[in-house]
């Protein structure tokens, strides 16, 4: 099984390698750093023309009503901005969990805005498809640019780290789903951080800080981390629920999820440093060179 469905524009999934808060701004929202990497597993978007100023999501899971998903509100945000006489019918394939802490939602809504740019020919750049994308979400950037990335600010301030090592991971979902908010406001959670710096984190410092939370509110969080720590290291991505850890090769990686508890879910994927959307562009302009 490939990590995403043919003919269809890939939404990656992102792990975030390490996560510290470091302070906040004087609007509550927390000032973090961060290394986000990709994996080769996530959703698919399938777009279709439609009239003129209609947009709609006609395939998506059924939790997500279509007037909630990013990706309908991306593709207005784009139709808005360019003023271009365009419509999209869209199916959303669904494989990231919601609430997993593995970016689906942003991945999705970066994933229209680079798709349709291309589609419609509107002609924005990266760094104007990125502003966009920030008002959707602080990880809609990072997956517009598709590269991995040290992040600060609220993860906006994006430093590429091209090279980072590209390991098997072996990622899994907690039957929870963890709402970013809720653990941004837990009074416990460490908010000062020493900053560190990308050489830091590259000679392997830094951690999760909503580790510590996330045990504490959600057993079956524990439970993950110390299940994945019998095979390796084991860390919480983003705000969670999932959980991951690092392999030398797929079969270690594969059987690090062979007695997963009872009804658990869990998938390996391949980290990799530029994201699948990227190749799916490349792809198109190369089909267009050749028209
Ligand atoms: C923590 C991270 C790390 O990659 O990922 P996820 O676990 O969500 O994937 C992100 O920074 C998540 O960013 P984003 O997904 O945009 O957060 P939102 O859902 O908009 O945030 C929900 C709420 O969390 C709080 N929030 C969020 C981000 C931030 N830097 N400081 C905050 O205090 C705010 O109260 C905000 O209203
Ligand atoms: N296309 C989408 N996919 C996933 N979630 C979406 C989408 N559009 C809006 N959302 C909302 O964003 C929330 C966060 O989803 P997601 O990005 O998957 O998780 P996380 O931020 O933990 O990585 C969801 O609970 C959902 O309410």
């Given amino acids: 099984m490939t990590g995403f469905e043919s003919d269809g524009w890939p939404a990656p999934a992102k792990l975030n390698l390490f996560l510290h808060i470091i302070g906040r701004r004087a609007d ?39 007037a909630n998903d990013l990706c309908v509100h991306a593709a207005r945000l784009l139709l808005r901005e360019t003023g271009l006489h365009e419509g999209v019918r869209m199916r959303l394939n669904k494989r990231l969990p919601m609430g997993g802490g593995l970016g689906g939602g942003s991945s999705d809504a970066a994933t229209v805005l680079v798709a349709l740019n291309s589609l419609w020919r509107a002609g924005l750049s990266v760094d104007e498809l990125a502003v966009l994308g920030l008002a959707l979400g602080a990880d ?44 941004f406001s ?44 019998k095979y390796a290291p084991a860390r919480l991505t983003g705000t969670g629920a999932c959980v991951f850890a690092a392999f030398v090769d797929v079969d ?11 009804g658990w879910s869990g998938f390996v994927a391949r980290g990799c440093n530029m994201s699948p959307l990227q190749d799916r562009l490349r792809t198109m302009s190369v089909g267009r060179g050749a028209a």
Avoid at 57 to 63: K, M
Avoid at 252 to 262: E, F, I, K, Q, Y
């Fill in 28 to 66: 509550g929202y927390h000032l973090l750093q961060t290394a986000f990497q990709f994996l080769d597993y996530g959703d698919t978007l399938h777009f279709d023309s439609a009239p003129w100023g209609t947009v709609s999501r006609v395939e998506g899971p059924e939790s997500l009503p279509e």
């Fill in 252 to 262: 270690s990686a594969r059987r690090a999820l062979h007695d997963l508890p009872g």
């Fill in 186 to 229: 837990e009074p416990k959670l460490t908010r000062d951080c020493a900053p560190i710096t990308i050489r830091d984190f590259l000679s392997g410092a830094g951690g999760n800080v909503f580790e510590a939370v996330a045990r504490v509110r959600y057993p079956a969080v524990a439970v993950a981390l110390d299940y994945l720590s």
């Fill in 140 to 183: 809609v950037p990072v997956f517009v640019r598709g590269v991995s990335a040290w992040a600060e600010g609220v993860g906006e301030c994006l430093t590429p780290l091209p090279d980072l090592p590209v390991p098997w991971y072996a990622v899994i979902k907690p039957p929870v789903s963890i709402a970013t908010v809720d653990l």
